[in-house]
């Protein structure tokens, strides 16, 4: 196996959350929250991933299949965090140099202090190079115990804490890198004798120091880098942080977005610059925003759409699967889904494109320039030409395509002619 090697642990049920899906497997801003974890680990300099399954094994291979550099280890039994690493043995069996053991259940990990820790492992040999963090609330996580000389002594989990360690605000995020083959000796060497009765991956380092092996802790996480999701309290606590992080991204590439408190914007998403999402706006999934667009307030759009530069879309306007070419717009109480819209094409108030029959999704076809009025309802599939002109509250009816540059009216829509006094009249 190429190293440096990830190791990330994922087969615990994470009973706290009270739920049927796998822990790892909880979104966070729209992607499953081992995936975050998994581009951090390549992002840092991964070469290859072990994800370590157990409980809803099979969810968790299936969310990452389409990961080419992830391979899995099956722990049968949840024994704890130690026998998850231990499960990893086949697969490394040769293999000597690092390995980075991370947990799946802290989404928000970014690769930077994960590199330096690489970075700092391959400086000087070290068995166990351990990422701490020292942040205002402890709760949950081990504590990280020095000497009075700040060496490094070993961790103790929150259970197995005395009043005074429970105090102790450094803390371990579950980030080591650790030299092989000398991890499996530790391993070799855990027991149960702990409040919850598992192997702990945290007796480790303390075993190798013991072993005379050079062991290091270093506070290089950020408090926000470690939050554990283990609750569903704590779930939506990551959802905001990872919230804040995109929107901070896109704003830092010259998009405004007018209120982020109020807006929702998946991990997923492309926008360009000069766009501006208006409040209450929630845009999830794949989505493409070009430059110069105005989106909301109010607007939902979702997965598989794109809007083509300087494309509006309104309050109360939902998108989906849709494609709208440059400066199309939408800009009231609409539904588009699967469809395609043209350039400059205008979609009136409450129009919608009734695109699922009961049994099939169709799709619906707008050229350049069409007009589209109030209230109109085309049911797919079903194409308007460019320049065609749909009456407010028609309904174009399936297959009734409409020609290029023609006007229909009514109800089934109907192809208007003009009558001697030069009134419209459908024909
Ligand atoms: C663990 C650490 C703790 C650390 C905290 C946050 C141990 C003993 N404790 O506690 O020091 O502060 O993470 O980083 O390691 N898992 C398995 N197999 C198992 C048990 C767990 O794969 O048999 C996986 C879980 O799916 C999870 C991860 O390991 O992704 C951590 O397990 P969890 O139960 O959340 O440990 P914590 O109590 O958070
Ligand atoms: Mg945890």
């Known amino acids: 196996m190429k190293g440096p090697v990830a190791i990330i642990l994922a087969a615990g049920h994470g009973k706290r959350m009270k739920s049927d899906l796998a822990k790892v497997l909880h979104q966070v801003c729209g992607r499953p929250m081992i995936r975050y974890v998994v581009d951090a680990a390549r992002a840092a300099g991964a070469q290859s991933i ?4 157990g409980y809803a094994s099979d969810q968790v291979r299936a969310a990452l299949a389409d990961e080419p550099d992830v391979v899995f280890a099956e722990q049968t039994r949840q024994l704890g965090t130690g026998d998850a ?25 970014r690769p930077e202090p994960l590199a330096s820790l690489l970075t700092k492992h391959k400086e000087k040999e070290h068995a166990c190079l ?51 083959p000398g991890l499996w000796d530790a391993l070799d060497r855990l027991d ?45 606590e990551a959802n905001a942080i990872m919230q804040r992080r995109i929107q901070e991204y896109w704003m830092m590439e010259g998009v405004t977005i007018v209120d982020p408190r109020n807006t929702y914007i998946d991990g997923r998403v492309d926008i360009g610059r000069d766009t501006i999402i208006l409040p209450y706006t929630v845009i999830s999934g794949t989505v493409t925003i070009g430059k110069h667009c105005r989106v909301g307030p109010f607007s939902h759009l979702r997965d598989g759409s794109v809007l083509a530069d300087g494309v509006e879309v309104g309050a109360f306007v939902e998108v989906n699967r849709t494609h709208l070419e440059k400066g199309a717009c939408a800009r009231h109480l609409a539904y588009l889904g699967d469809a395609h819209i043209g350039a400059k094409a205008n979609i009136g108030a409450g129009a919608i494109t009734a695109n699922f029959d009961g049994r099939v999704k169709s799709s619906t076809v707008i050229g350049a320039g069409a007009m589209i009025g109030s209230g109109a309802i085309l049911i797919a599939p079903v194409e308007i030409g460019a320049n065609g002109y749909v009456g407010a509250g028609a309904v174009v009816t399936r297959h009734h395509d409409v020609e290029p ?14 009558s001697g006094d030069g009134k419209h009249q459908p024909s």
Request: net charge negative; aromatic share 6%.
């Open 50 to 53: 072990i994800v370590v399954v």
């Open 85 to 109: 690493v231990r499960a990893c043995r086949p697969l490394l069996e040769g293999y000597s140099g690092p390995v980075l053991v991370l947990v799946g259940d802290e989404p928000l990990i």
């Open 130 to 180: 351990l990422g701490t963090s020292i942040v205002s609330d402890p709760t949950g996580f081990g504590r990280i115990l020095r000497d009075s000389t700040g060496r490094f002594l070993r961790i103790v989990e929150q259970r197995d804490c005395s009043p005074e360690e429970a105090a102790i605000r450094e803390v371990n995020p579950s980030c080591y890198v650790f030299e092989l």
């Open 192 to 236: 149960t004798g702990n409040a919850q009765g598992e192997y702990y991956l945290t007796d480790a380092p303390q075993l190798l120091q013991s072993m005379g092996r050079r062991v290091v802790a270093l506070p290089v996480l950020e408090p926000d880098d470690i939050l554990g999701v283990n609750s569903r309290v704590q779930l939506a």
């Open 405 to 418: 540059g023609a006007t229909v009216v009514g109800v089934p829509a109907r192809p208007l002619s003009r």
